[in-house]
């Protein structure tokens, strides 16, 4: 279960409070792939990193089953972020001098795996990469970039996995394998998706769709 209950957020740009969720409440009880749409600034990376953890709201409150996330130090937020959310971002945030099998290691290192490397090389050979575990970042085309980023999301197998314009910076071939990939790895793992995209045809493929609108979130199918 995931609940935002009446979440708002804004920022300061110079002296100008800028306003950017306004009193959101949003439910989700199922499992499944649930697409964000919306224009450009309306929220959506917002709402996001709001979920996990990587922001706060100014007010209201942020529930993942019986956790307040928005209550949770620095600290308590890094361990249960690590066991329950992965997130893919739009640049991919490897780290450079990391190789694969390391980067996918790191966030069950976090939280005291014993066999993390054999746990890696098994979703580094599921997202197909198998070959290049020992590869550098800037070894990798964009592609096997960004499924390094879904191995280390999905390596501790989390309830959650969030994606925010995970595509966006690929080729639409290769974009579509990567989707392609993301999108059986959760249903076959059963695990939430939620993905924030612009592009609408990727949004149909999901289980349900909502869109970010004058700063709150509607049900849209």
Do not use: W
């Not at 609940?3 to 804004?10: A, G, L, N, R």
């Not at 792939?33 to 600034?41: E, Y």
């Not at 999905?154 to 994606?163: D, G």
């Amino acid at each position: 279960m995931i609940e935002f209950k009446s979440v708002s957020k804004t920022y300061l740009q110079g002296i100008k409070e800028v306003e950017v969720l306004k009193e959101l409440n949003f439910r989700l009880d199922k499992k499944g792939l649930v697409a964000i749409v919306g224009k450009s600034g309306s929220g959506k990376s917002t709402l996001l990193s709001l979920l996990a953890g990587l922001d706060n709201p100014t007010h209201g409150e942020i529930h993942i089953d019986d956790v307040c996330v928005s209550d949770l130090n620095e600290s308590e937020l890094t361990k249960f972020r690590a066991s329950n959310i992965g997130i893919i971002f739009q640049h991919f945030h490897l780290i450079e001098n990391f190789t694969a099998l390391e980067n996918v290691m790191l966030p069950l290192e976090v939280t005291g795996v014993k066999d993390a490397m054999e746990k890696a090389k098994n979703v580094l050979a599921t997202v197909g990469l198998e070959d290049r575990i020992h590869h550098f970042p800037n070894q990798l085309s964009g592609g096997e970039k960004q499924r390094v980023a879904i191995a280390r999301a999905y390596v501790t197998n989390p309830k959650i996995i969030l994606a925010d314009e995970p595509s966006g910076n690929l080729d639409p071939e290769t974009g579509e394998k990567v989707m392609q990939t993301l999108f059986e790895t959760a249903r076959e793992l059963n695990q939430t998706v939620i993905l924030v995209t612009h592009d609408d045809e990727l949004a149909r493929k999901c289980d349900s769709i909502y869109e970010i609108k004058d700063h709150r979130l509607n049900h849209v199918c």
